[in-house]
């Protein structure tokens, strides 16, 4: 059974630094675009940053470019997903999700892979909590 499961989140000062990790294993996950997306209580989910299968290609929000660092391990059984941010800003605290596509879709544009339509697994999330 395919599963993705984050960690990493926790409390964190502004302009720290945090690493979430993401393991997803169940399915050839080494072959799927893997993003990472964040979610505020009661607004919608927001695409943060996206991997394709072999890393070639990444993506960022406007919002997080050169403070967040996207990476992947594809190992045999499990793929490792991680997001590095830096300099985090309060308003930055959120659930933050995993996800994979696994439509077997190529070439998406930059648009479809920032929507949250594109990615049909994902994890349960991470809490991140930016404050002093």
């Known amino acids: 059974q395919e599963q993705l499961v984050e960690s990493g989140g926790g409390l964190v000062r502004p302009g720290g630094s945090l690493r979430l990790s993401c393991a997803a294993s169940?399915?050839?996950?080494?072959?799927?675009?893997m993003a990472w997306f964040r979610q505020a209580a009661g607004k919608e989910r927001e695409f943060v940053a996206a991997?394709?299968?072999?890393?070639?290609?990444?993506?960022?929000a406007d919002s997080v470019k050169g403070r967040f660092t996207i990476s992947r391990d594809n190992s045999e059984n499990t793929v490792y997903l991680y997001l590095r941010m830096t300099s985090l800003k309060p308003e930055e605290t959120d659930v933050y999700y995993c996800?994979?596509?696994?439509?077997?879709?190529?070439?998406?544009?930059?648009?479809?892979?920032?929507?949250?339509?594109?990615?049909?697994?994902w994890g349960q999330g991470t809490q991140v909590t930016v404050s002093s």
């Open positions: 996800a994979a596509d696994g439509s077997g879709s190529s070439g998406r544009s930059y648009y479809d892979t920032a929507q949250v339509y594109s990615y049909n697994y």
């Open positions: 169940g399915r050839t996950f080494s072959r799927y675009t």
């Open positions: 991997i394709t299968w072999n890393g070639d290609n990444t993506y960022y």
